[in-house]
């Protein structure tokens, strides 16, 4: 019997007997009630064309999973054979990312209601089955502890265990890098303008602590404000010295404590090429002792939950000078990352090779570049404004900080990288990229200039150059012309969406 169905054209559902048998006896076409489709015939026939999706390549079908999350990758599973062998290919699963509902089930609490508990039977199983593929494991901010606190117990456990039936899972075993985020804002949606911060510790800093000293092949730590306690932050790291003090070559410690404290433990890491701290966690031993490792960037980091800096005090010139002769590759970037105004704590004596600011709120002032030209005119190679300003800025050329930004590039002769997202005119985009002689990168956000060529002639200037000057700053077009010029390759200003999306490599060696 030929496999065969009805195609109804018509909107109207509801036939009579009648209708059904008229359409039935003329069942090849009927172009006013149906068409009969014969799904045999359409198999056969050489002209149609089909869908190839199962056909693509595991290394292609490895990366389109690995972008979904643990239910979409299921859901994917169950669309032919081969992504289902897919879903169990290594790269898949070399990202895992822990979340609220990740792994869950669903449980009524009389006093809470409804909750999202880690579902142990569902978590066994996939450890089993994927756990030794797990290469990055993360931690996203978590509300429910509890799950996070069973989650990573149940790694840990896996890890420590001697059995060869559970040592041949190779849960945890792979693990290369662990980033772990706490929710130290714990201010409701409403509280737009209030920050309530609270730590981590007890039970939950101790399951962190087992973690991190069960995963030997680790070379990437990321501990982003955890806001501990002195007490607490003293004994950290002590795992993680002991079985990565020579392979951990990345480590972010962002707010790890909520005062002042230096963290001693990072000197332990003799080959960290990279080290991603805060002002209040560094100090004159610490610095010190990073002049004898192979540390080759370091950025202070001040973010949204960082303490003001009336209550931090920065390292000593001393330490620096130390520090600098004992490590003279190291590059110090200071970076400042906050939705509101937050002064930057300065480095004397320190190597700075960057000031980055990426805040809306955070605008060019003539104070802070002075300040920069003073401490680091001959080490500056980057400096500059990420996020798109949310503050007024006046027209006239005398409020401006054209003149600033002019001084700047003269007085540091390694600038390399400039943006600039603050209302300046077509002559001073002439000015600076003129002026800066070894200047390869400059970002400038096209909605912020002003097609105009407001400077006074300078005593240094010759007639001829002042007439280029007001001549190019009268077009957009000619601006970009001749700063592509100057510049070496095809330049243009940048838009809004450019500079949102724009990502500094501040680890370049050409910029450094």
């Known amino acids: 019997m030929k496999r065969a169905c009805w195609k109804v054209i018509d909107r109207q559902h509801s036939f009579s007997a009648e209708s059904w048998m008229e359409m039935y006896n003329n069942r090849v076409v009927d172009h006013q009630g149906a068409v009969y489709i014969d799904l045999e015939d359409e198999e056969d026939s050489d002209n149609n064309a089909y869908s190839r999706w199962s056909e693509l390549p595991d290394i292609l079908l490895e990366k389109i999973f690995s972008y979904l999350s643990i239910r979409q990758k299921y859901y994917a599973s169950l669309v032919c054979r081969s992504w289902y062998r897919a879903f169990y290919l290594p790269y898949v699963w070399s990202q895992f990312v822990l979340e609220d509902s990740t792994l869950t089930r669903g449980r009524f609490n009389y006093y809470s209601g409804w909750q999202y508990v880690l579902d142990h039977l569902r978590t066994q199983t996939c450890l089993s089955q994927v756990g030794r593929h797990f290469r990055h494991l993360t931690f996203e901010p978590m509300l429910n502890f509890y799950n996070l606190y069973e989650f990573m117990n149940m790694i840990s456990w896996y890890t420590e265990q001697t059995h060869k039936d559970i040592v041949a899972t190779g849960v945890g075993t792979?693990?290369?890098?662990?980033?772990?985020?706490?929710?130290?804002?714990?201010?409701?949606?409403?509280?737009?303008?209030?920050?309530r911060l609270f730590g981590t510790g007890g039970k939950l800093l101790d399951a962190l602590k087992r973690l991190m000293g069960n995963l030997k092949k680790m070379r990437k730590l990321e501990l982003v404000d955890l806001m501990l306690d002195p007490r607490e932050a003293q004994h950290l790291l002590d795992g993680v010295c002991e079985t990565c003090h020579l392979t951990l070559r990345t480590l972010i410690l962002i707010n790890t404590t909520r005062v002042q404290y230096q963290i001693l433990h990072v000197g332990i890491f003799l080959n960290l090429h990279i080290l991603i701290i805060c002002p209040q966690n560094l100090g004159d031993e610490l610095v010190e002792l990073l002049g004898f490792t192979q540390l080759h960037h370091l950025h202070i980091l001040q973010n949204r939950y960082t303490p003001n800096d009336s209550t931090i005090?920065?390292?000593?010139?001393?330490?620096?000078?130390?520090?600098?002769?004992?490590?003279?590759?190291?590059?110090?970037?200071?970076?400042?990352?906050?939705?509101?105004?937050?002064?930057?704590?300065?480095?004397?004596?320190?190597p700075v090779k960057?000031?980055?600011?990426?805040?809306?709120?955070?605008?060019?002032?003539?104070?802070?570049?002075?300040?920069?030209?003073?401490?680091?005119k001959k080490d500056l190679r980057v400096y500059g404004h990420q996020s798109l300003p949310r503050f007024f800025r006046s027209k006239s050329f005398h409020e401006r900080i054209d003149s600033a930004l002019l001084l700047l590039c003269r007085q540091?002769?390694?600038?390399?990288?400039?943006?600039?997202?603050?209302r300046i005119s077509t002559a001073t985009v002439l000015l600076l990229a003129y002026t800066a002689k070894n200047l390869h990168y400059l970002y400038i956000r096209g909605n912020a200039v002003i097609k105009k060529c407001d400077w006074p002639q300078s005593p240094e200037w010759s007639d001829e150059f002042y007439e280029w000057l007001k001549f190019n700053s009268r077009s957009y077009v000619l601006v970009e012309k001749e700063v592509s010029q100057m510049?070496?390759?095809?330049?243009?200003?940048?838009?809004?969406?450019?500079?949102?999306n724009l990502q500094m490599n501040l680890h370049d060696e050409s910029i450094l």
């Open 174 to 195: 792979h693990i290369r890098s662990l980033k772990f985020t706490f929710p130290c804002n714990m201010s409701n949606r409403d509280e737009t303008e209030r920050i």
């Open 313 to 350: 005090k920065s390292t000593s010139g001393r330490a620096w000078k130390i520090c600098r002769k004992n490590n003279p590759k190291l590059c110090v970037h200071l970076q400042v990352q906050s939705i509101k105004e937050k002064q930057l704590i300065w480095q004397d004596y320190a």
């Open 354 to 376: 960057t000031i980055l600011y990426d805040s809306p709120h955070i605008g060019l002032q003539t104070n802070t570049l002075i300040t920069a030209i003073e401490l680091y």
């Open 412 to 422: 540091c002769p390694s600038l390399k990288v400039l943006l600039v997202t603050e």
């Open 487 to 500: 510049l070496g390759y095809t330049w243009h200003m940048q838009t809004d969406k450019q500079f949102r």
